[in-house]
């Protein structure tokens, strides 16, 4: 069993900054890549960013403004969010591509940014 974590949500002012955190937990070898993706009220799921090794992909809307960074040690993945705009507000959920074992998603994180 595989077990995602996040972390670090909340309420901010637009030009705030919040850093989430996602945790992997559970019985597996290794983990290929660990992103977020978020989903803003009426709207679809979409990627924010990922990671994989040294590789990271964000979506053009947050270029410049996020940062996402991985501890394999803990097998843990982060999202500094800076200068952040109400437009980011939504549920960020973190997800795990686990070698030989599939996609893995977390329950997600509440971030609401106020203008």
């Known amino acids: 069993q595989v077990q995602l974590v996040e972390s670090g949500g909340g309420l901010v002012q637009a030009g705030g900054s919040l850093r989430l955190s996602c945790a992997a937990s559970?019985?597996?070898?290794?983990?290929?890549?660990m992103g977020w993706h978020r989903q803003a009220p009426g709207q679809q799921r979409e990627l924010a960013a990922r990671?994989?090794?040294?590789?990271?992909t964000y979506a053009d809307s947050v270029k410049g403004r996020f940062s996402i960074s991985r501890d394999n040690a803990k097998n843990t993945v982060y999202l500094q969010m800076n200068k952040l705009e109400p437009e980011d507000t939504g549920v960020y959920y973190c997800?795990?591509?686990?070698?030989?074992?599939?996609?893995?998603w977390g329950r997600g994180t509440q971030v609401t940014v106020s203008s």
């Open positions: 997800y795990a591509v686990i070698s030989g074992r599939g996609l893995y």
């Open positions: 559970g019985s597996f070898f290794s983990i290929n890549t």
């Open positions: 990671i994989s090794g040294g590789t990271t």
